[in-house]
């Protein structure tokens, strides 16, 4: 929508979306026509004084946030942009975030040294230096006057205390949350609605506050996306409250599958022996809820069960690429080849290396000369420690 042309005749729309530290944002209006565009650093009005910020949201996009996030917002009584930031205020801009820790630090300090029950979790300083404001947390009411005093005198500035809310401290902040993703709030959260415990109720959670709980201490935000599919669910599942009546004991209902459209029933008494949970379809109990109202008992809920039919998939496994074992296949026929691999090539090396021996022993035909054994004969008589005598040369020319 940014390149599209404004039909003629139609002025732009001056009201601009600027954002500050921590994704804060706020309308302001454009009234000297300056051109902007997404990304511009821009001086705004503030009281006292003024502040920096980054456009973020100009034109007919401006138009549907406004609608969007103030519907009651008023444009004659918006704040005004001054100016396009000159190098001068960027300067003290970047000065005033370079101060925010070292404050937030030391406000800390004199909030634990006068004993007050809060805990100073941001500090944003004004482009113009000259205000700061103090976000803090605290389960009740705290009397920070005295506080404001000190860190006035400490700092030389003007001081703001707004309290904020866990989830409101936990979007400032950022984070990873569990699913390790970075956290919805710092994100793209804009309202932050309440969550209670039958959000997980209703999904079947275990109710474990060390899992359902974020960062902020409160129960995750998520818990409240697929409710409202859970609760259209459910509506076509019978009461759960109601028990059913056999002839072979009373059932009462354990938990329920949405997605495979199963409830979980368990017998009462002498009837649960040896028999554990029994899984019926919705339709199903409401069949034997309509016997029981007329007065009749089945004869037990296993005459109920349906046969669970396992749908085979459309496709055929040509490569094995389903098999998970098919790794060990390979890496077996790979070990089985380098074992009988050198065994082989040894055989063949020995049988190589023997029969060239065998054909090179010299046959002395006279009877003078004697034909001395090999070595490694000698060596095995040494070794039983014998003494071997040589072969005179008639058995060595007869041998």
Request: hydrophobic residues 30%.
């Amino acid at each position: 929508m940014a390149n599209i042309a404004l039909p003629g005749g139609q002025s732009p729309y001056d009201i601009v979306e600027i954002r500050f530290k921590n994704s804060r944002k706020s309308f302001y209006r454009n009234a000297k026509g300056v051109s902007l565009f997404a990304g511009d650093v821009v001086v705004v009005e503030a009281s006292p004084g003024y502040d920096v910020g980054v456009v973020s949201v100009t034109g007919e996009l401006a138009r549907i946030q406004v609608k969007k996030k103030a519907p009651g917002f008023k444009p004659l009584e918006a704040k005004k942009i001054l100016r396009v930031a000159a190098q001068e205020d960027v300067d003290k801009w970047i000065k005033a975030r370079s101060l925010e820790k070292e404050v937030m630090y030391k406000s800390r300090t004199l909030a634990v040294n006068l004993n007050l029950q809060m805990k100073i979790s941001d500090v944003e300083y004004q482009g113009d230096l000259s205000k700061a404001t103090f976000y803090y947390t605290a389960e009740g009411r705290v009397d920070f006057r005295q506080l404001i005093k000190d860190m006035a005198d400490e700092f030389k500035i003007r001081v703001e205390m707004r309290q904020i809310g866990s989830r409101q401290e936990a979007s400032r902040l950022g984070g990873i949350g569990s699913c390790g993703r970075e956290l919805c709030c710092s994100t793209w959260l804009t309202d932050f609605r309440s969550v209670s415990t039958s959000a997980a109720r209703y999904q079947q959670l275990s109710l474990n506050p060390q899992k359902l709980a974020g960062q902020c201490g409160k129960l995750k935000c998520c818990l409240n996306y697929e409710l409202d599919m859970y609760l259209d669910a459910i509506k076509a599942f019978p009461k759960s409250d109601t028990k059913i009546h056999t002839e072979k004991g009373s059932a009462f209902h354990i938990k329920t599958d949405v997605f495979k459209r199963q409830m979980w029933y368990a017998y009462e008494g002498e009837a649960a022996i040896g028999s554990g949970l029994i899984a019926l379809d919705p339709d199903r109990v409401r069949e034997i809820v309509a016997l029981n109202k007329e007065g009749k008992k089945p004869k037990e809920l296993l005459d109920f069960v349906a046969e669970v039919v396992v749908k085979e998939p459309d496709y055929t496994n040509v490569v094995g690429q389903d098999s998970l074992n098919r790794f060990e296949h390979a890496f077996k026929s790979k070990k089985k080849k380098k074992k009988n691999g050198p065994r082989k090539e040894q055989g063949e090396n020995t049988s190589a290396v023997n029969q060239p021996k065998a054909q090179s022993t010299p046959q002395n035909n006279s009877g003078g000369h004697e034909n001395k054994p090999s070595g490694n004969r000698n060596k095995r008589h040494k070794r039983r420690g014998g003494n071997s005598q040589k072969p005179n040369g008639n058995e060595g020319a007869n041998s």
